[in-house]
């Protein structure tokens, strides 16, 4: 499946919608998973929609936007993409701006693996959140050495809000190590923690009922949240 989408990435930059753009116009790429792809905005899913965020950020700060976000990518996943991926890595020397979003189907696949959410322990996800936590930090390394551009990375909300404590433990831990990470990174290389776990806190209206994706309304807060680190 990763592959199709892949294919389907490739296919809309070779041939991509017709848009004017300044000849000094900066670039974004956004990569990561189904969130900043905006999945389930629109029934089919065939592309990325205009309606998330990255296309909004770069419509508010009048950005080119290249969107490589891959639904159902794991951390492990797109490290190997950017280390790897020829389009990736192209697409990424020519940034002023990476939106990095993952982590997300890292959780959600150690929660299926156990059995749902009731039978999650954080002994269980340490190994993953470990993972995680590398293949962020080795991303994030391996972007810094293909462009000078900025960094933003999100760190994760909580895609059940219904749920309560069961997962805002490991969620915490998780967003924790982000913030810890991410202070470290700032030593030498240009990244921004950008915090959807707070912005999402207390709005569940923020999710697609019966989903785990941003509403369109949820799209425009990611957005908005990273603005004030884009000049």
């Known amino acids: 499946m990763k592959k199709i989408w892949l294919l389907m990435l490739i296919i809309m930059l070779i041939i991509p919608p017709i848009q004017v753009f300044g000849f000094n116009e900066k670039r974004l790429v956004a ?69 990095v979003y993952i982590g997300g189907n890292d959780l959600l696949n150690i929660v299926k693996k156990n059995g749902g959410l009731d039978g999650l322990k954080l002994e269980d996800a340490a190994p993953v959140i470990r993972d995680l936590i590398y293949n962020v930090y080795s991303t994030i390394l391996e972007i810094d050495e293909l462009t000078d551009g900025k960094i933003l ?61 941003p509403t369109i309304k949820g799209q425009k807060v990611l957005a908005e949240i990273s603005l004030k680190h884009i000049k």
């Open 31 to 99: 990569i990561g998973d189904s969130i900043p792809y905006g999945y389930n905005l629109t029934e089919e899913n065939k592309k990325p929609p205009k309606e998330a965020f990255p296309y909004l950020i770069g419509s508010e700060k009048d950005m080119e936007v290249t969107n490589l976000s891959i639904p159902g990518l794991t951390s492990a996943e797109l490290y190997k993409a950017v280390k790897y991926n020829k389009l990736f890595r192209e697409s990424l020397k020519n940034s002023d701006y990476v939106i």
């Open 153 to 213: 990375v999100y760190n994760i909300y909580n895609p059940y809000p219904a749920a309560g404590d069961q997962l805002s433990t490991p969620l915490s831990y998780i967003n924790k190590q982000y913030a810890s990470l991410i202070q470290l990174l700032k030593h030498f290389a240009s990244v921004s923690l950008i915090n959807a776990y707070k912005a999402y806190n207390g709005h569940p209206e923020y999710i697609l009922e019966g989903d785990v994706h």
